[in-house]
């Protein structure tokens, strides 16, 4: 796989140190705090509002802290610090939205993308990278064309093109058929296998279980519930959220 | 970063040319505008005494609106804005692209409009060209600065496509009237040189300050 050429900030854990925050006067996260290591998949679980997204944002910097810190390894980057661009290079993002532009053919994002993660050769990574989703006969076609399946599959190769350290998934499996979220799962393993920091916010119970090394339950913006290594993921969801369930 | 401005304006040029949607909108907007303000002012083949240069730049302003809004709301659609500034350069890189983005197309839209405006209202406005072009160019620069910025910074609120030209248009008023007074300066029958170099020169100080504050406060603005 092709690696940046920047000079990353590589770090082997991600730790969120009593994070808060708000937006106005509305608060989306309370005094969160928990360590997303690597080999290993952190979920995110919650229903609705629960700050699932925000915190994704507030691990990819896109967002800063109201309050506490977020440190990658030992690195405690502030978003406008001279080192974020380079920390950035080693996140990869795949949000609810797929990031993905509808005019542009597959190989022409994935290129982009990989353009602008520095990769030597743009157009390779991103051809390896359509053969990877299983696309490489559609790389020409306009990613408009595609089903959203494919979309996602396309979307989840340009997160992944610069082999990012912390992978921060959204709702992975909306939209995908069994067969695409069970190549989604084993891409998720061998990610783990790789070494990647996986984070993923997901609604979809069924599919995390077993997947997840690591639970934090979240509910109107606090960790209700923590588990490592977690199992009937289901009935500790509605002993926690108190409701039937994802 | 010069790396990723140059992606992103190619990228926003490919999309650009793919869709047509930006060109074919600001162009029939800019040119009905102009083609209603000959109706209403050109009486028996005699256009209004230097109309023409404020006629040029309303169209100019309202067209480069509506191409300021269409481009955000593109990148809003599968929120693409947000993986630009994930890549791993000056965010700053982001808002210089979309910037020389904007501007091009805006250049497609005045190579329209100059010639049309010319020959509706009589207006000598190709007798000067490398000081029309300096006018044009610099005024197109102050008003995208600050458009680009505004556009970039509203592109999740709900009522954008409102707030936009309310927050807009007072700030970019300064670069408009430099850009109308040194365009008329340019239709008048014996040309000042001077008086056209100081409308070019303040335009100039204009896009210095707008484009040094934009890249000052885009980083903070889209993080917060």
């Not at chain 1, 290993?40 to 810190?69: D, E, F, H, Y």
């Not at chain 1, 949000?95 to 290129?111: I, K, Q, S, V």
């Amino acid at each position: 796989m092709n690696r940046p050429r920047v000079t990353p900030l590589d770090f082997d854990q991600v730790v969120v140190d009593d994070v808060s925050r708000h937006f106005g006067r509305r608060r989306a996260l309370a005094r969160i705090s928990f360590i997303a290591a690597r080999s290993a998949i952190l979920g995110l679980l919650g229903p609705n509002g629960a700050g699932k997204s925000t915190m994704l944002s507030l691990l990819a910097t896109l967002m800063r802290p109201t309050s506490g810190r977020i440190r990658f390894g030992v690195l405690d980057v502030e978003i406008a610090d001279e080192r974020a661009p380079a920390l950035r290079g080693r996140i990869g993002v795949l949000g609810h939205d797929l990031f993905l532009y509808p005019e542009l053919t597959a190989r022409e994002n994935l290129a982009f993308f990989g353009g602008l993660y520095k990769l030597p050769d743009p157009n390779r990574a991103a051809f390896a990278a359509l053969q990877r989703a299983g696309l490489a006969d559609r790389a020409d076609d306009q990613v408009a064309s595609f089903s959203r399946g494919m979309r996602q599959r396309v979307a989840l190769e340009r997160a992944l093109i610069h082999d990012p350290r912390l992978v921060l998934l959204d709702e992975p499996f909306t939209g995908l058929d069994d067969a695409s979220a069970a190549a989604l799962v084993a891409r998720l393993k061998a990610l783990r296998h790789a070494g990647a920091i996986v984070v993923i916010a997901t609604h979809d119970l069924d599919i995390a279980e077993g997947l997840l090394d690591h639970a934090v339950f979240l509910r109107d913006g606090r960790v209700a519930h923590s588990a490592a290594r977690p199992e009937g993921l289901r009935s500790t969801y509605r002993a926690v959220m108190g409701t039937p369930g994802a | 970063m010069l790396q990723a401005i140059w992606l992103i304006v190619r990228k926003d040029l490919t999309v650009e040319v793919r869709s047509r949607e930006i060109a074919y909108t600001t162009l029939f907007f800019a040119v009905s505008c102009v083609l209603n303000f000959a109706f209403a002012l050109v009486r028996e083949g005699r256009p209004p005494q230097d109309g023409a240069a404020g006629i040029l730049w309303i169209s100019i302003a309202f067209a480069g609106t509506l191409a300021l809004g269409r481009t955000f709301e593109r990148e809003r659609q599968s929120e693409t804005l947000r993986a630009l500034l994930l890549a791993p350069t000056a965010r700053p890189a982001v808002y210089v692209g979309k910037l020389l983005g904007i501007i091009a197309l805006l250049i497609v839209a005045e190579a329209i409009l100059v010639p049309l405006v010319s020959l509706l209202f009589q207006a000598p406005l190709l007798a000067h060209p490398f000081w029309l072009l300096a006018v044009v160019l610099t005024g197109t620069i102050g008003f995208s600065a600050v458009g680009t910025l505004f556009a970039a910074m509203l592109v999740r609120a709900r009522s954008r496509d409102v707030l936009l030209p309310v927050l807009l248009y007072p700030i970019t008023v300064p670069v408009i009237i430099a850009g109308v007074r040194g365009t008329a300066a340019l239709l008048q029958p014996e040309v000042d040189l001077g008086v056209v170099r100081f409308w070019v020169a303040l335009l100039v100080s204009f896009d210095v300050v707008f484009v040094t504050l934009a890249l000052w406060t885009f980083e903070p603005l889209m993080t917060d």
